[in-house]
């Protein structure tokens, strides 16, 4: 079968062979024809050309040697125009660039002036003149196809006199007449000579179309012979170029190659159908075959069982996975009839009612849900989805049906509504208020029982809570234009990750303070939603409020404790003043008795008498204005002065203990978001401390020192400014330090044991930290560190340098 197909595409191809080697010839005989005819073609226009250049050169010789009046150039003009048809106009330019003759039959005027350089024409027509000036040569100018005139090639002679440039002889050529004049007719007769510009575009000649090369009829395309030459001595500028024109084999030629080929093909085909059509029927035999064997299979491996029923109910077909769910082999279920081996004893009338329905074509497109009895007497649930059987010619032959497993799918639905139901008991049982509500629309999606106690079944309470809290919710417009989720499109894959936000809020229609966390979570529909959970914290509130209340009570207390512990050494800062008062007053007394005082001097000694009257003042307006009871008040306050006005009451303590103070304020301390007085009792108490450790430890004068630090510093990232108060006392013992801060354990006799742990408690309501230290020398211990700090917001202040540190404030009593 194969032989016949290989000779006949042999002779095709030696036939195929013959006539390409026969063309290929015939074209390398028409390429060297037309190169040989090209270059003829261009020596004769470069011979043409080199002549008119010499007449000009003569004429142009003539110009510069003597001066010729208008009408002699007119006249040698025309003279040149008519023995060379070509020359197109003839113009005289001096050198500053002026016309000084132009002839020119059409009557187009010449014009070289500077304000038409924009002109691309024009403009190199004036770089021309400006290099036959340079180079004092013949110079020719690219060809220029013009709006209103035919296309023009210039040459430029120079007029020289004794090696002097006087001008420029501009001659332009037509390019068509160039061609019209210059191609000889034998040449243009046989090919398409055109004449080409330095792009390739066509300026004047006949060039062969695509429409014309292409001949449909031949069995092959061969490229047509073209050659491209440049036209000497204009240059790359303008090139002649010529296509040969394509020739056929003939009639008889074509005829008898297209007979042989008719033949050919006929044969071939003959030969390809009959081969074609074995290989279908061998492909259509194992198609069959493979079809057959893959639905088997298909049928096989299907989780589905498939059963097929005629149309008076008798079963005609069954899968391995209908035998494999029932338990009973193809062998036993193909042929019976109603009722079948799988059907249960007791549901008989349930399966003979469905099986009617099947028959009669009444059954849901959702299937149907029966329980099926297996060969070894296990129920199982099934679901059944029937339709009808149709063979190839379109009619119905019975009904097939798909049965598929459920047991499982049932036993975890019944688990999940049993675990639903938990889980809304629960929900129901909460003492916080729970709802859903989707964003952009007034839905409710779930709501507990407290919530439906507090607010209804309406979404009102939903939105009223975010609102509270501090959410911004939908509004009635946004709702307006779209119901669709307004977030629809964006990820919600992490939302359940997000941390809850959370808010108190007092409902006065509720008369309940609320604790409000919010968070974003994906609905079961896909949808963004927001959930609210409202707790009651009314009686969480009212005892924190009766804690602060508490707390300032002790707050307020402790400094009058504090006052009263100084009492002593406020009675000495006032005996001071008093006493001068008095002897002031005695004395002016006496000496106004015995007439022995002058107005001035009474007048120096009341001045000094209200001096210390108002030192008394002030001693007595500062006690009163720090034990005076005033609402927390957190400010902006520089820590320069509260440090100042704690150091002020505590000078009086330090002063009748003998205890001198050495403080440092580094320079540019920021402020501090606080409750001035509580940091000044925080540090009064811790000065008071350290003037009372020192005392206890009966130190010399020398060493009864009290060091106060005020620094910036960083703690835990934090900006914060540290405050440091150092004593030179005996420290403090182990078991002490242990129970330091407990309330109402005190060292001392008359001591309540609240100063400490009441000063870390504003420490810590202020975001602080204290702590305390003993120094050491060795093992000795050589007094304390009380350290505590307050974060502030302001970024740190730079590293004080050597000079500042020197500019820090040391302050003796």
């Known amino acids: 079968m194969l032989a016949p197909l290989a000779a006949v595409v042999l002779f095709l191809a030696a036939i195929l062979s013959a006539f390409a080697y026969l063309r290929f010839e015939e074209i390398a005989r028409e390429r060297e024809a037309l190169h040989r005819d090209v270059e003829y073609t261009q020596q004769r226009l470069r011979l043409r050309l080199l002549e008119q250049q010499e007449q000009f050169m ?66 190199e027509t004036l770089d021309n003149f400006q290099l036959t000036r340079d180079l004092l040569l013949p110079i020719y100018s690219s060809p220029h196809k013009l709006a209103d005139a035919p296309t023009r090639l210039q040459l430029h002679l120079p007029l020289i006199d004794k090696a002097k440039f006087k001008g420029d002889l501009l001659a332009q050529y037509s390019v068509d007449a160039l061609y019209r004049y210059g191609i000889p007719d034998e040449v243009s007769s046989k090919y398409a000579i055109s004449f080409h510009d330095a792009d390739g575009k ?118 391995a996975a209908f035998c494999s769910m029932t338990g009973w082999s193809e062998e036993d279920l193909v042929g019976k009839t109603a009722p079948f081996p799988y059907w249960p004893e007791e549901d008989y009338d349930i399966m003979k009612g469905r099986l009617s329905e099947e028959l009669a074509g009444r059954v849901e497109p959702s299937g149907i849900q029966l329980r099926v009895k297996r060969k070894d007497g296990r129920i199982i649930e099934t679901r059944l989805y029937v339709s009808p059987l149709i063979d190839s010619f379109g009619q119905q032959t019975g009904w097939m049906t798909s049965m598929t497993d459920i047991t499982e799918p049932t036993r975890v639905r019944e688990q999940l509504a049993a675990s639903h139901e938990r889980f809304t008991a629960v929900l129901e049982a909460l003492d916080a208020s729970i709802s859903v509500a989707p964003l952009g629309n007034n839905e409710l999606l779930f709501a507990n029982k407290l ?286 330090m242990a129970r330091l801060y407990e309330a109402f354990h005190s060292t001392k006799p008359e001591g309540m044991g609240i100063g400490l742990s009441l000063c870390r408690s504003i420490v810590e309501s202020h975001m602080g930290r204290m702590k305390a230290e003993n120094l050491y020398n060795g093992d000795a211990v050589t007094g304390c560190c009380f350290t505590f700090w307050i974060p502030t917001p302001d970024p740190l202040p730079a590293a004080p340098t050597k000079r500042s540190e020197q500019q820090g404030i040391q302050v003796s009593p």
């Open 58 to 123: 003569r004429f142009a010789r003539e110009i510069a040697s003597r001066e010729i009046s208008h009408a002699d150039f007119v006249t040698r003009a025309e003279a040149l125009s008519t023995l060379f048809p070509e020359l197109q106009s003839l113009t005289w330019v001096d050198d500053k660039q002026r016309i000084r003759a132009n002839f020119d039959p059409t009557g187009v005027v010449t014009r070289l002036t500077k304000n038409d350089a924009g002109n691309v024409y024009i403009k």
């Open 202 to 319: 066509v300026l004047a000649g006949t060039t062969l179309t695509e429409k014309a090369l292409t001949r449909s009829l031949l069995p092959w395309a061969n490229p047509i012979n073209a050659y491209d030459l440049p036209v000497s001595p204009v240059g790359n500028g303008l090139s002649i170029h010529g296509q040969a024109y394509r020739t056929s084999l003939g009639v008889i030629g074509s005829g008898l190659f297209w007979l042989v080929m008719v033949l050919a093909a006929i044969t071939a085909w003959l030969l390809l159908a009959n081969w074609r059509h074995t290989r279908r029927r061998i492909q259509a035999q194992d198609a069959l075959v493979r079809e057959t064997a893959f639905r088997r299979a298909m049928e096989n491996s299907m989780l589905t069982g498939m059963r097929a029923l005629d149309l008076q109910g008798k079963i005609t077909y069954v899968n």
């Open 451 to 736: 919530y439906r106690l507090w607010f209804g079944t309406e979404v009102q309470g939903h939105l009223l809570l975010v609102a509270e809290a501090g959410v911004p919710a939908p509004t009635a417009s946004d709702e307006a234009q779209d119901t669709v989720d307004v977030f629809a499109g964006l990820p919600t894959d992490n939302l359940p990750d997000k941390e809850a936000e959370s808010a108190e809020i007092y409902l006065g229609s509720l008369g309940r303070w609320l604790e409000v966390r919010t968070r974003y979570l994906s609905w079961v529909d896909g949808r963004l939603a927001q959930m609210v959970i409202a707790t009651d914290i009314t009686a969480r509130r009212s005892a924190e409020e009766q804690a602060e209340r508490q707390a300032e009570h002790a707050q307020a207390s402790s400094r009058l404790i504090t006052m009263g512990e100084m009492a002593s050494s406020v009675a000495h800062e006032l005996n001071q003043p008093l006493t001068a008062i008095n002897n002031y007053c005695n004395g002016m007394v006496s000496r106004i008795k015995a007439d022995q005082i002058t107005q001035e001097e009474l007048l120096g000694a009341l001045e000094k008498t209200a001096r210390q009257a108002h030192r008394a003042g002030q001693v007595i307006q500062r006690i009163r204005s720090f034990v005076k009871r005033s609402e927390p008040n957190r400010t902006i306050t520089s820590v320069v002065t509260m440090v100042a006005e704690a150091v002020e009451l505590a000078e009086m303590e330090l002063r009748r203990r003998n205890v001198k103070l050495s403080q440092y304020l580094a320079p540019s301390l920021p402020s501090l978001e606080v409750d001035p007085i509580l940091i000044e009792q925080v540090l009064l108490n811790l000065l008071k401390n350290a003037a009372e450790s020192i005392d206890a430890a009966q130190k010399p004068t020398a060493q009864r020192l009290v060091k106060l630090r005020v620094t910036p510093a960083v703690v835990e990232n934090k900006s914060v400014v540290e405050f440091m108060v150092i004593d030179s006392g005996q420290g403090i013992a182990p078991e002490v």
